[in-house]
């Protein structure tokens, strides 16, 4: 189990990776044009560049803690799912680094006695 969450938490970073990156850049350049009502619809541009920045680095260390720590780097995964869930909502594009994250984050968590080799 912690294995599998490790794997889930490099991959759910990595992709989320690609997420942050896009959404940081939206923000950036919306904000360069300064075109009034262009990022309107966007309700907390900080807080999505944050999370952009913080979730998936989260689910990396996590996924990497998931061996050696395996609640702390749960609690890891697990709070960088919710915070990717929150900031960027579930949607084609988040469904794979929320769930990858989520499903990380609770197979470290219930792995309680070290894995069998």
Same mark, same amino acid.
């Given at each position: 189990?912690?294995?599998?969450?490790?794997? !889930?938490?490099? $991959?759910? @970073? /990595?992709? #989320?990776? %690609?997420?942050?990156?896009?959404?940081?850049?939206?923000?950036?350049? *919306?904000?360069?044009?300064?075109?009034?009502?262009?990022?309107?619809?966007?309700?907390?541009?900080? !807080?999505?560049? $944050?999370? @952009? /920045?913080? #979730?998936? %680095?989260?689910?990396?260390?996590?996924?990497?803690?998931?061996?050696? *720590?395996?609640?702390?780097?749960?609690?890891?995964?697990?709070?960088?799912?919710?915070?990717?869930?929150?900031?960027?909502?579930?949607?084609?594009?988040?469904?794979?680094?929320?769930?990858?994250?989520?499903?990380?984050?609770?197979?470290?968590?219930?792995?309680?006695?070290?894995?069998?080799?």
């Amino acid at each position: 189990m912690r294995n599998a969450a490790l794997v !889930l938490g490099i $991959i759910a @970073g /990595l992709i #989320g990776l %690609v997420i942050g990156f896009f959404s940081w850049g939206l923000i950036e350049v *919306s904000q360069w044009i300064d075109e009034p009502g262009l990022i309107s619809w966007i309700d907390h541009p900080q !807080l999505i560049q $944050i999370v @952009g /920045l913080l #979730g998936p %680095v989260m689910a990396i260390s996590g996924g990497a803690m998931a061996r050696s *720590s395996a609640q702390a780097g749960g609690v890891l995964l697990l709070v960088s799912a919710g915070g990717m869930m929150f900031a960027f909502g579930f949607n084609f594009f988040t469904m794979f680094p929320i769930v990858m994250a989520g499903l990380g984050g609770i197979l470290a968590v219930a792995a309680r006695t070290p894995d069998a080799h």
